[in-house]
């Protein structure tokens, strides 16, 4: 095995013992609200009880209820310990492995480079030579061309919605993991993210004109009939249409590259607004917090590496599967006719 392949299997492991770790703490925290409710539950009764039975039978509930809430925060503390250094030891193996692809490619193009000076050579075709480097030249100058055209910075605008009457879902977590990810990434000095929270549908314009974004981004809940859930100003869910979604968006910014609804049932949002950006990625289906999180944390985390939109959607993909979460064919990419998802770079490598 070479030495590439051992720091990707180290990289592919840590990833695989961080999701466990996150897992494990996960169930434990699970267990935390039954507790709780347990010890409210001992409490009401001792204050109505006149039985002294009753009441040692409570008070000895409240405390074995007591003793596993603390038993349950040690483990937590553990894992959250066990979590922060294995996030350590997978950005010192992803390092490893950037660093060793580097050493390959160099070794890989010093080759190429003396092979084709050999066959010059022996050819002694001086208008060939000519016509080779006029095409290197060329082909280095719309490379350079293509990254003048890169912004020096993007902006990712993050608008999030979970109204009252509606399930609570992990949307701070989703940011969290968003926000480390580009953090780790490459590139993460060209990525500027902005969130919004609470979001109502008067709301959309005003953010996108003032952030200008590249990327926009809905979290939160989306319905079965295709329609985004924002909020009403009383906080119960607001539905707003696709139509309505691709207006505002198509009439405030000519920055917005892409559109990414990490929203139950959005695939018709994202169908409907490639007719005015170049990209969209909805979900097909509903989604679980575990497959919204892991997904949009990938995605970010490969666009700050500098790949191309079609490959980072690849790697989020890949990311879910990883992780074990049975839903990897829910989010689907969507392009505007005439546009290759491969030739999207959305982040400027210098």
């Keep these: 095995m070479s030495l590439l392949d051992t720091y990707r299997n180290a990289v592919t492991r840590k990833r695989e013992e961080l999701a466990k770790l996150s897992n494990d703490l996960s169930r434990e925290q699970a267990k935390l609200p039954a507790l709780q409710k347990k010890i409210i539950s001992a409490n009401n009764t001792l204050k109505k009880t006149k039985s002294q039975s009753t009441a040692k039978s409570k008070l000895c509930e409240i405390e074995r209820a007591n003793k596993s809430i603390a038993d349950i925060n040690g483990k937590c503390s553990d894992l959250q310990k066990k979590i922060a250094k294995k996030e350590k030891e997978l950005a010192t193996a992803e390092k490893n492995l950037r660093s060793e692809e ?14 084709m000076k050999a066959q010059d050579a022996q050819l002694n ?24 055209a890169l912004p020096d910075k993007i902006t990712v605008l993050f608008m999030a919605a979970n ?61 079965e009939s295709g329609e985004l859930v924002l909020l009403k100003p009383d906080g119960t869910k607001d539905f707003v249409t696709k139509e309505a979604i691709t207006a505002a968006i198509s009439t405030v910014s000519d920055t917005v590259r892409l559109v990414v609804f990490n929203t139950c049932f959005s695939a018709a949002q994202a169908v409907n607004i490639v007719q005015n950006v170049e990209a969209a990625i909805g979900m ?43 839903q990897n064919d829910i989010p689907q990419l969507f392009h505007r006719d005439g546009i290759d998802p491969d030739e999207i770079i959305l982040v400027n490598p210098s």
């Design 163 to 223: 109204p009252s009457d509606t399930k609570q879902l992990m949307l701070d977590e989703e940011v969290r993991a968003i926000q480390k990810n580009i953090r780790l990434s490459e590139y993460r000095d060209s990525i500027h993210f902005e969130s919004r929270w609470a979001v109502r549908s008067g709301d959309i314009i005003q953010a996108i004109n003032e952030t200008n974004p590249t990327i926009i981004h809905f979290s939160g809940h989306g319905a």
């Design 284 to 326: 097909n289906d509903s989604v679980q917090d575990d497959t919204a999180i892991t997904f949009a944390a990938q995605l970010y985390s490969s666009i700050g590496f500098g790949y191309s939109l079609e490959k980072s959607y690849k790697q989020a993909i890949a990311a879910i599967m990883l992780a074990g979460i049975p």
């Design 125 to 148: 075709a001086i208008e060939r030579t000519v016509e080779h480097q006029a095409s290197v030249q060329a082909s280095m100058q719309a490379d350079i061309e293509q990254l003048k």
């Design 102 to 115: 580097e050493k390959q490619n160099k070794k890989k193009a010093a080759e190429e480079g003396k092979r």
